[in-house]
């Protein structure tokens, strides 16, 4: 079996994997390699692919104004009969090309020397006593090949390989299962708004219209417990009267279905082993916000890398300083949606769009779960 040592080995090259390319090569004396089992960069989409303008200014690369597609200037919620606008630098934001975005990535990283291997898929991980990954084997395309690195970087997303290796068995975690189709031919009511609704159409989740341009939007449904088929359940919001007038006679261009994480308890680090992205459970809720996110923790996991090569590194300081108070309150708001899911139908419905929307506090919010709906549903009128 052939071998080859690295400085930073990092597995995955979504927007985390390729955040932390960038960063690591900043020291040019680092040998990086960045593998990937997919065979082409960002393909197949799993995302609505929508970010967050408030996210932009932690965002250690300057995203160049091609990759912004379609402006967004805020989010209309829906839950029984209301319907709410949401507008302001918080809710505002861009619907992106997601391929387009990592290939603008990976030419950057590539530029500063960086290995990036596709078709390459984790196979085994050699952890030895001391908790250190000393070689990891990969499949690159039929291909066993054995790679030494310093220092692992596990950014490959939700279903992460390295984190299998790291806590097999994991069972305290909660996934959504999203199903979400970029459709075409769309007569969408508010084109520069993304659309959030809540109900039984997406129990424990929300049905969404992300728009790409006046007529292209990607719309979903994601829920996590579901009773019925995820199909089923994108039937039903698409029949939705309000959603059925925008819809008309849908034209699918590209299915990006996949999985989401809601909770999962985040880890960091374990021996010379860094987490990013999906993988270290580093989304902001409600809305599960992932590119972004990836992007920063990637970032600063590719810096850290490089303080462990040559002495060591505080990686969690470093996520936390980096990102502000962003994951302290997504955690809440964790916290909040699971006891939000564990209500009946109609409030839950009503009460996670009001968490959403941030029509309430965070303490206020838990004052209404033994209230009917009747009442809540004045509170919010009320408020809004």
Known sequence: MEQISCDVLIVGAGPAGLGAAIAASKNTN????????????????????????Y??????????KTILDWKIDGIRFYADDFCIDKVGDLWKGYT?????LQQWLADIAEKKGVKIFLSTELLDININENLIAESCVVDKAGVKLRICPKVVIACDGVDSKVLDFVKPGRKEEILAKVLSWEITGMKLAVPNLEQIFFGEFAPCGYAYI?????????????????????????????SLKT?????GRPKFISEKSGTAVIHREPIFEFGNILFAGDAANRNIKPFIEGILPAVISGYVAGETAIDFVIKSGDYHTKMVSNM??????????????LDIFKLDSKKRALLFMALSAGIFDFPDIRTFYNKDC???????AENV
């Open 243 to 247: 959603v059925k007038c925008q819809v």
């Open 55 to 64: 996210l932009l200014e932690s965002v250690q690369i300057k995203l160049p």
């Open 96 to 100: 992106i090309n997601k391929p387009r």
């Open 210 to 238: 992300f728009p790409k341009s006046k007529s292209i939007a990607n719309v979903g449904v994601g829920t996590y417990l579901p009773k019925k088929k995820l199909e089923t359940y994108f039937d039903e919001f698409l």
């Open 324 to 337: 502000k108070n962003f994951y302290d309150v997504s955690d809440t708001t964790t916290e909040i949606m």
């Open 374 to 380: 009747s009442e809540i549903k004045r509170i919010i």
């Open 30 to 53: 680092v040998k990086i390699v960045c593998i990937d089992k997919k065979d082409k960069l960002g393909i197949p989409v799993s995302c609505a692919e929508g970010i967050g303008h």
